[in-house]
C-alpha cells in the first residue's frame, strides 16, 4: 500500500495526535464545523417543533397512520444506520493509514446513502400518487419539509463524499484530505442522529396512534 | 411637567391621550401599571442623567482640573453591589406587579355569572361584531351597555389584527383559526374611539370604529331598533364582507347561525382555550 | 409584440418615484462605469477589493453598504414622515406607504445594522486578538458577497417587480399569496435567505476566531471587551438565525410549493410563524447591541484614560443578556393569547434583561468617574448613547409589563422605544465605532468640524423626531397606518416629529460631508496610535499591513498596548526573529458564487425555475471547485516582510 504520508506527522499521530488535526488550520475547520452542525441541528429543532403543532392538521386529507408504511420507513432506518457505522470503518481504516479499505469503506456508504434517498424519493412518489402532495394540508407540508430537508442533507452529502473520495485518490491521505474525510464523517453521523429523532417523532408516532 | 407643558402648547387637549384617560376598570388597571412603572423607571434615569452630566463636566481632560484621576482604578465590589441591587429590586417590584395584573386581566374585571357576549371577526378592512345574546350584528360600530363586564371573543377571517379600544382597556389579537378573549368594561356612557392596531394591507388605516356605550335600557332599546329596522346579514351577504373592501356602518338584524364559530373551526382551528 | 408590452410593464415597476429611482440608478451606475473605465480601475477593483480575503478590507466594504443602506433607509423614513406629517395627506398611497415601511425596516435591520457590525467585528477583531486573520478567510469573503448580493436582490424591487409591502416581519396570512401576491413578497425572503447564510458563517467564523486565534497569553478574561461583546453576538448569531431561516423559508414554501404552513386555509397555523420570527428576532435585537455595548467599552475607556470599570461584571453582563435574549422573545406578542402564566414568564424574563444592562450603563459612567474625559468625536457618541439609551431601556421595562404592553402594543409608543434603542443604541454605537477606527482603516483622522455639526444636527434631531412619538403613542395612534384624520390631537406632535427627521437627514448628510472633506484634505495619522489607547491594534501602523502582525505579540494585561506604553514602549517588541508569514490567497469564487445566489434568487422570485435552477447548480459547481482547489494559500517571505515594516517605520 504505497500511501503517500508525511512521516512526521505519521509519527505525531502514533503519539495521539490525529491528522486531520495536526494542522492548525484542520484544527480550525473541524471547530467550525462542530459550530455548523450546531446551528443545523437548531435548523432541525425548528422544522420538529413546525411538525409537532402542525401534525393533526389534515385538512381532511390523508394522516400519518394512513400514508405511512412500516416496512418501508423501517428498511430507511435500517439502510443508514448501517451507513452510519460503514463510514465509522471508514474512519477506523484511515486512522491506520489504511487508504484503499478506507475508499472501500467510503464507497459502500455512497452506495448505502444512494438507496435510502432511492427509497425516501420512492415513498415520496408513492404519496404524491395518492394525491398526498405537500399542498394537500398542513401535515403534508410539514412532513415533506422536515423529511425532505433531511433527504436533501443526504444527497448533498453523497456527493460529498464523492469529491472527497476522488480527492483522496489523487493526493492520498494527508492532513488536508484527512480533515475532508474526518468533517463529511461528521456530518454523515450527525444526519444519522438526525434521522432517528425523525424515525421516532415522525414514523413511529405516526403509525403508533 | 415640562413635557405636559410643550404637549398642551401644541393643541394637544389631555382627553386626546385615550390611554391616560380610561373610562373602565380594566383600562384604569393597565393605566396603575404605567404609571408605577413610569415612576419606578424615572427612579433610575433621572439620577443616571445627573451623574453623566456630573461626571462628564468634573473629569473633563483640561489643564488645571484638581478632580482626582486613578487611571488604574477599576473595581469596587461595594458599588458594584449597589448598582447590581437597583435594578433588581425595580424589576423584582414591577415584576411581581405585572404577575398580579396579568392574570387579573384575564378574569372579568367584576364578578359575573352570565356576562354580555359579542364576537369579533376582523374582515379586510372591516370589524364584524356579533351579539349572540341578542342576535343581531354591526359592521364597524359596536354598542354596549355600561357597567357591566364584556366578555368579546375575538377571531379573523382575514390577516391578524388587533381589537384595540383605549379608553376602555388594552388590546387583543385577532388571529384566524383561534378564538381569544378580552375583557372589557365602560362605567360610563359616551363614544370611544377602537381601531386595529395590526397592520393588514392597504385599507388598515381606515379600520377605525366607535364603540358607544349606553345604559342598559338606551342598550335594550337600541337592540330592538336594529331587529326593527336592520337587514340581515346573509350567507352570500358574509361572502361580500370577506372580500376586501372598505365599508360604512351597518347595522344587521339577524346572522348566520353559527357563523362565527364556524370561521374559527374551518382550518383545523379548536374552539380551545382562549388564552386563559 | 403586445404580450411583451405587457410583461415590461409588470417586470418594471412605473410611477413617479420608481421612474425617478430608475434614473438615478442608471446615472449613478453609468458614472461609476465611466470612472472605473477612464481611470482603468477594473483591474484594481477586482484584484484589490473584490477578491479580496482580508478581514481589513471586507471590512471596509462592509462599512461602506452599511453607509448606503442607510442612506437608502434614511430616504424611506424621511418619505414616511412626509407622509405622515398632515392629516388625511396625499404625498404617497397607501400601497407606496406600505412598500416604504417594509423596506425601511428590512433594510435598517438587515441590511444596515447588521453590516455595520460586521463592519465593525471585521476591521477590528483580529487586530484586538493579535490575530493575523479570521479562522476562515475565504469564508468570510462569501458572508460579504452573499450579504451584498442579499441586498442588492431586495433593492431592486423598488424598480423591478415591485416592492414588498407586509411590513418587516412579514406576518402570514398577510404576506402569503392570497394576500400579497406577485414578486414584491419573494424579493424579501429570498434577499434574506441569501445574506443570512452568509450571517450564520459570519458568527461561526468569528466564534472560531476569538475561541482559537488570541495572540499567546490571552485568556479569555484578558481579551479586550469589544471581542467579548462579539462573543457574545455570535453565539446569539448561531442559534437565532437558524430560526429566521425556517420561518422564512416555510413562508417561501407556501408561496413557491402551495404549503399550507402559515396559510388561511388547508390546516395552516400564522401564530407558529410569529413565534419562530421571534425567536430570531428578539436574539436578533442583542445581536446587533452587543458589539455597540463593545465599542462604548472600548471607547469610554481609550478617552477616559483609565480602565474599563468592572470588566468581570461587564463580560458577566454580556452573557446573560445573550442568554437571557432567547427567553424574552413572546414580548413581542404579549396580546396574542399565549395564556397568562406564559406573559408573566416572558415579561418578567423581559425585565430581567434591565439588570445586566444597567449594570453596564453604571460600569461606564464609573469608567469616566475619576478619569479625564476627552471630547473627541467617538466619546461625544458614547456620552450621547447613554441617556438616549437609559430613556429608552427604560420603556422597553415599561412594556415589559404584560398587562401595560396590551396598551402600548403597536402604538407609536413601541415605535418611539425601538427606534430609541436601535439608533440611540446601535447607530450612535456604530457611528462611535466608525469614528474612533477609521484612522486603522484608512490611515487618516476624520476632521472634527462637520462632525461636529454631523453629531448635534443628529441628536437634537433624534429627540424631536422619537419623544412626540411616546405621547403619540398614548393617544392611540398605531404603526402602519399611511393616514389619520384631523382632530384627534395627532397632527402637530406628527409635524414636529417629521421636522426631526428632516433634521437628523440633514445631520447625516454633514457625516458624509465630513467623509468627503476629510478625504481631500486628510490628517495622517502616522503614528497608529492617534487616540493614545489601550488595545493592541493600536500597537500597529496605520492602515495596518495586510499580514498585520510581523510578529505575533505575547500577551500579560487586559490593556496590553497601554501597559506596553507605561512601560516605554512605543512599538511591539521586536526582538524576536521574523518567520515567513502564512497568508489566504486572493479567490474570485466568493464573488462569483455572490453572483450566482443572486442570479437564482431573482429566478425564484419571478418563478423562472430554470434560470433559478441555473443559479444554484452554478453554487454547488462553485463548492465543489473550491473543494478541488488545493492552490489556496502562500507564504510572504521574510524579505518582503522586513521590508514593509521597514516602509513603515519599524523594522
Redesign the interface.
Known amino acids: 500500500m504505497a500511501v503517500d504520508v508525511d512521516h512526521s506527522v505519521v509519527k505525531s499521530a502514533d503519539h495521539g495526535t490525529m491528522l486531520e488535526y495536526s494542522t492548525e488550520d484542520g484544527?480550525?475547520?473541524i471547530?467550525?464545523f462542530w459550530?455548523?452542525l450546531?446551528?443545523?441541528m437548531?435548523?432541525f429543532?425548528?422544522?420538529f417543533?413546525?411538525y409537532l403543532?402542525?401534525h393533526?392538521?389534515?385538512?381532511g386529507g390523508p394522516s400519518a397512520m394512513q400514508l405511512f408504511d412500516v416496512p418501508g420507513f423501517a428498511a430507511e432506518t435500517f439502510i443508514l444506520l448501517t451507513s452510519s457505522f460503514t463510514y465509522g470503518i471508514a474512519t477506523f481504516q484511515m486512522r491506520n493509514n489504511r487508504l484503499k479499505s478506507m475508499l472501500i469503506w467510503m464507497g459502500i456508504t455512497v452506495l448505502l446513502g444512494l438507496s435510502f434517498v432511492s427509497l425516501e424519493l420512492k415513498e415520496f412518489i408513492t404519496y404524491v400518487l395518492q394525491g398526498a402532495t405537500?399542498?394537500?394540508?398542513?401535515?403534508l407540508?410539514?412532513f415533506?419539509?422536515l423529511v425532505g430537508t433531511h433527504g436533501l442533507h443526504v444527497t448533498l452529502g453523497i456527493?460529498?463524499m464523492i469529491?472527497?473520495m476522488?480527492?483522496l485518490v489523487k493526493?492520498g491521505l494527508t492532513p488536508?484530505t484527512a480533515r475532508?474525510a474526518f468533517i463529511v464523517g461528521l456530518y454523515w453521523h450527525f444526519l444519522d442522529v438526525i434521522w432517528v429523532f425523525i424515525f421516532t417523532v415522525v414514523y413511529l408516532t405516526g403509525v403508533m396512534k | 411637567m415640562g413635557g405636559a407643558a410643550i404637549l398642551l402648547l401644541t393643541g394637544c387637549s389631555p382627553q386626546q391621550f385615550t390611554v391616560l384617560n380610561p373610562v373602565g376598570p380594566v383600562g384604569r388597571s393597565e393605566l396603575q401599571l404605567i404609571i408605577l412603572s413610569t415612576i419606578l423607571v424615572l427612579v433610575v434615569i433621572v439620577p443616571v442623567i445627573a451623574l453623566l452630566a456630573y461626571i462628564v463636566v468634573r473629569y473633563r481632560d483640561k489643564p488645571g482640573n484638581t478632580a482626582p484621576y486613578q487611571p488604574q482604578w477599576s473595581e469596587s465590589k461595594k458599588l458594584e453591589f449597589v448598582w447590581w441591587s437597583i435594578p433588581i429590586i425595580i424589576v423584582a417590584i414591577l415584576g411581581t406587579v405585572t404577575a398580579e395584573k396579568t392574570f387579573a386581566l384575564t378574569r372579568p374585571p367584576e364578578p359575573t355569572n352570565n356576562p354580555m357576549v359579542v364576537q369579533v371577526q376582523s374582515l379586510d378592512w372591516k370589524w364584524l361584531f356579533q351579539y349572540p345574546g341578542q342576535k343581531v350584528a354591526t359592521l364597524n360600530y359596536l354598542e354596549i351597555p355600561t357597567g357591566q363586564p364584556i366578555e368579546f371573543i375575538l377571531t379573523s377571517n382575514a390577516p391578524m389584527n388587533s381589537f384595540w379600544v383605549p379608553q376602555l382597556g388594552g388590546m387583543e389579537y385577532t388571529m384566524p383559526g383561534t378564538q381569544m378573549r378580552l375583557w372589557l368594561q365602560a362605567d360610563q356612557a359616551g363614544t370611544y374611539q377602537g381601531r386595529g392596531a395590526n397592520f393588514t394591507g392597504r385599507g388598515f388605516a381606515h379600520m377605525t370604529f366607535n364603540v358607544v356605550a349606553t345604559s342598559q335600557d338606551k342598550f335594550n332599546q337600541w337592540v330592538q331598533k336594529v331587529k326593527a329596522t336592520g337587514t340581515p346579514l346573509t350567507e352570500a351577504g358574509y361572502q361580500a364582507l370577506v372580500k376586501p373592501s372598505l365599508a360604512g356602518v351597518i347595522s344587521y338584524s339577524s346572522y348566520p347561525m353559527g357563523l362565527f364559530e364556524n370561521v374559527v373551526t374551518k382550518d383545523g382551528g379548536g374552539m380551545g382555550n382562549m388564552g386563559k | 409584440m403586445g404580450g411583451v408590452k405587457q410583461f415590461l410593464s409588470h417586470f418594471f415597476v412605473t410611477g413617479p418615484f420608481e421612474i425617478g429611482g430608475d434614473v438615478s440608478i442608471g446615472l449613478v451606475s453609468l458614472a461609476i462605469l465611466f470612472v472605473l473605465t477612464r481611470y482603468k480601475l477594473w483591474g484594481w477593483l477586482w484584484r484589490n477589493w473584490l477578491t479580496s480575503v482580508d478581514h481589513k478590507k471586507i471590512g471596509i466594504m462592509y462599512m461602506l453598504a452599511a453607509l448606503l443602506m442607510l442612506f437608502r433607509g434614511g430616504v424611506d423614513a424621511l418619505m414616511i414622515r412626509t407622509q405622515l406629517a398632515l392629516p388625511n395627506s396625499q404625498f404617497l398611497g397607501a400601497e407606496h406607504y406600505d412598500q416604504i415601511f417594509t423596506t425601511h425596516g428590512t433594510i435598517m435591520i438587515l441590511f444596515m445594522a447588521m453590516p455595520f457590525i460586521f463592519a465593525m467585528m471585521n476591521i477590528v477583531v483580529p487586530l484586538q486578538l493579535g490575530a493575523r486573520d479570521v479562522a476562515f478567510p475565504y469564508l468570510n469573503a462569501i458572508s460579504f458577497w452573499l450579504f451584498f448580493f442579499g441586498a442588492m436582490l431586495l433593492n431592486i424591487s423598488f424598480v423591478i417587480g415591485g416592492s414588498p409591502d407586509a411590513g418587516w416581519v412579514n406576518y402570514p396570512p398577510l404576506a402569503e399569496l392570497q394576500f400579497s401576491p406577485g414578486p414584491g413578497d419573494n424579493f424579501y425572503l429570498l434577499s434574506i435567505l441569501i445574506s443570512g447564510i452568509g450571517s450564520v458563517a459570519t458568527g461561526i467564523n468569528f466564534l472560531v476566531t476569538i475561541l482559537k486565534m488570541r495572540a499567546p497569553g490571552m485568556s479569555l478574561m484578558k481579551m479586550p471587551m469589544f471581542s467579548w461583546a462579539v462573543f457574545a453576538t455570535c453565539i446569539d448569531i448561531i442559534f437565532a438565525f437558524p430560526a429566521l431561516t425556517i420561518a422564512l423559508g416555510l413562508e417561501f414554501a407556501d408561496r413557491i410549493l402551495g404549503a399550507h404552513f402559515f396559510t388561511l386555509n388547508g390546516g395552516g397555523n400564522p401564530m407558529m410563524y410569529v413565534n419562530l420570527f421571534w425567536m430570531w428576532g428578539h436574539p436578533e435585537v442583542y445581536i446587533v447591541i452587543l458589539p455597540a455595548f463593545g465599542i462604548y467599552s472600548e471607547v469610554v475607556a481609550t478617552f477616559s484614560r483609565k480602565r474599563l470599570f468592572g470588566y468581570t461584571a461587564m463580560v458577566t453582563s454580556l452573557l446573560l443578556i445573550a442568554i437571557a435574549s432567547y427567553f424574552v422573545w413572546l414580548h413581542h406578542f404579549f396580546t396574542m393569547g399565549a395564556g397568562a402564566d406564559v406573559n408573566t414568564f416572558f415579561a418578567i424574563a423581559s425585565m430581567f434583561i434591565a439588570i445586566p444592562t444597567g449594570v453596564k450603563i453604571f460600569n461606564w459612567l464609573f469608567t469616566m468617574f475619576r478619569g479625564r474625559i476627552r471630547m473627541t468625536i467617538p466619546m461625544m457618541w458614547v456620552i450621547a448613547f447613554i441617556p438616549n439609551f437609559v430613556i429608552g431601556g427604560s420603556t422597553g421595562v415599561m412594556l415589559a409589563a404584560a398587562p401595560a404592553d396590551y396598551q402600548y402594543h403597536n402604538s407609536y409608543f413601541l415605535v418611539a422605544h425601538f427606534h430609541q434603542v436601535l439608533i440611540g443604541g446601535v447607530v450612535y454605537g456604530m457611528l462611535a465605532g466608525m469614528y474612533y477606527w477609521w484612522p486603522k482603516m484608512f490611515g487618516f483622522i476624520l476632521e472634527e468640524r462637520f462632525a461636529k455639526w454631523g453629531f448635534w444636527l443628529f441628536n437634537i434631531g433624534f429627540y424631536v423626531c422619537f419623544m412626540p412619538q411616546y405621547p403619540l403613542g398614548l393617544m392611540g395612534m398605531t404603526r402602519r397606518m399611511y393616514t389619520y384624520p384631523a382632530g384627534l390631537g395627532w397632527s402637530s406632535l406628527n409635524m414636529i416629529s417629521t421636522v426631526g427627521a428632516f433634521v437628523m437627514g440633514i445631520g447625516f448628510i454633514f457625516i458624509v460631508l465630513n467623509i468627503v472633506s476629510s478625504i481631500r484634505h486628510p490628517v495622517k495619522d502616522t503614528t497608529g496610535d492617534p487616540w493614545d489607547a489601550r488595545t493592541l491594534e493600536w500597537s500597529l501602523p496605520s492602515p495596518a499591513p495586510h499580514y498585520n502582525f510581523a510578529r505575533i505579540p505575547v500577551i500579560d494585561s487586559r490593556d496590553q498596548w497601554w501597559e506596553m506604553k507605561q512601560k516605554g514602549m512605543t512599538k511591539p517588541d521586536d526582538s524576536t526573529p521574523l518567520a515567513p508569514i502564512h497568508m489566504p490567497k486572493n479567490s474570485g469564487k466568493p464573488f462569483i458564487m455572490g453572483v450566482l445566489f443572486f442570479i437564482a434568487g431573482f429566478g425564484f422570485v419571478f418563478n423562472w425555475y430554470v434560470l433559478a435552477g441555473l443559479g444554484l447548480l452554478g453554487v454547488v459547481i462553485t463548492l465543489f471547485a473550491r473543494s478541488f482547489d488545493y492552490d489556496t494559500d502562500y507564504y510572504i517571505p521574510v524579505d518582503e516582510v522586513k521590508h514593509s515594516e521597514a516602509a513603515f517605520g519599524r523594522s
Open positions: 484544527a480550525l475547520k471547530l467550525g459550530f455548523f450546531a446551528q443545523d437548531i435548523l429543532a425548528c422544522l417543533a413546525t403543532i402542525l393533526n392538521r389534515t385538512a405537500i399542498s394537500r394540508s398542513a401535515f407540508s410539514a415533506f419539509t456527493f460529498w469529491s472527497v476522488i480527492q493526493r488536508v475532508k
